[in-house]
Each structure stands twice: as structure tokens, then as C-alpha cells.
């Protein structure tokens, strides 16, 4: 069974950088186009990046130009390093398959003070 560990959050301050890794167990990772995920508290989990396999990225306006996805494939391993973080940037983070196919793991908390 696949699964998803997401690392690399916490606390930080506004204009802070943090970069996060999932690593991604099973070939299901050399052959998907992965994606960041964000879930606030009282929102719905929205799409933050997402990157193909040969390494084409898409971003959501919100983070556009702060947050850049890339991907390790001999590693299985997806990055997110994120850049001028708002508090509104506040959320468990997750990666997944675009669209989302596998389970979800636990997510890392990022938490951006004003």
C-alpha cells in the first residue's frame, strides 16, 4: 500500500520560509503528477501546486510567485518550499497524487504569525 509522509512544518513568522517534504512510498510516484494540498481550520482542502512528472508546475493564485514544487524522483520525494509566508498561509499541509487518488497521511502543520 502506498503512503504519504509529509514533514517539515512549524511555527514561523510572517516573511519566514519553511520547505516541506513527503516522501512517497511505491513506483506510483515515478509515474504521477503529485501535488501540495492545504486544509485550514473551517475550510475545505484546496490545491496549493502541482508538478508532473517531468516537472511542469501549476500554482494557485494565492501562493503564485512565494512557493515552488519540485520533485525528486530517484528519492520519491515531493518539495514545497515556501517563501514570504502570510499568516493566512496558516494550515495542514499534504501531498498527494493531482487529482487526489491515495489515502491521506497525517499532514504537517504550518503556522504563520502575524
Known amino acids: 500500500q502506498v503512503q504519504l509522509v509529509e514533514s517539515g512544518g512549524g511555527l514561523v513568522q510572517a516573511g519566514g520560509s519553511l520547505r516541506l517534504s513527503c516522501v512517497v512510498s511505491?513506483?506510483?510516484?515515478?509515474?504521477?503528477?503529485m501535488g501540495w494540498y492545504r486544509q485550514a481550520p473551517g475550510k475545505q482542502r484546496e490545491l496549493v501546486a502541482r508538478i508532473t512528472f517531468g516537472g511542469s508546475s501549476m500554482y494557485a493564485d494565492s501562493v503564485k510567485g512565494r512557493f515552488t514544487i519540485s520533485r525528486d524522483n530517484a528519492e520519491n520525494t515531493l518539495y514545497l518550499q515556501m517563501d514570504s509566508l502570510k499568516p493566512e498561509d496558516t494550515a495542514v499541509y499534504y501531498c498527494?497524487?493531482?487529482?487526489?487518488?491515495?489515502?491521506w497521511g497525517q499532514g504537517t502543520q504550518v503556522t504563520v504569525s502575524s
Open positions: 511505491g513506483s506510483i510516484f515515478r509515474i504521477s503528477a
Open positions: 498527494n497524487t493531482f487529482a487526489p487518488l491515495l489515502s
